[in-house]
Nanobody, 126 residues
């Protein structure tokens, strides 16, 4: 079992930055790929970014490329999502998710992840 806890959400103005953290406990985090997803009320949860367990591969949805950066520090059991140049359409609850995968694999779909955090709210004001 892996327990995930997100933090770092909040209210920010358009163009601002936030850094989300996903802290893991339980089994070693080192062999788990991690993804970030987001959801707004009334819409499906959508993929944002993912990182392979060795950190050697990352993947982003088109709308955040060049603005968001996913990274991880396995020794700290933490994955980060640095979000820059935020836009009102980035407003959502952000969730991190994890699952064991091969070294360079990343997942972009909900069903590829077994473990989920409780989410953290990000609100971008215009």
């Amino acid at each position: 079992q892996v327990q995930l806890v997100e933090s770092g959400g909040g209210l920010v103005q358009t163009g601002g930055s936030l850094r989300l953290s996903c802290a893991a406990s339980g089994r070693t985090f080192s062999y788990y790929a991690v993804g970030w997803f987001r959801q707004v009320p009334g819409k499906e949860r959508e993929f944002v970014a993912a990182i392979s367990y060795n950190g050697g591969r990352t993947f982003y949805t088109d709308s955040v490329k060049g603005r968001f950066t996913i990274s991880r520090v396995n020794g700290e059991n933490t994955v980060y999502l640095q979000m820059n140049r935020l836009k009102p359409e980035d407003t959502a609850v952000y969730y991190c998710a994890a699952n064991p995968m091969s070294p360079l694999a990343v997942g972009t779909r909900l069903h590829e992840y077994s473990y989920w955090g409780q989410g953290t709210q990000v609100t971008v004001s215009s």
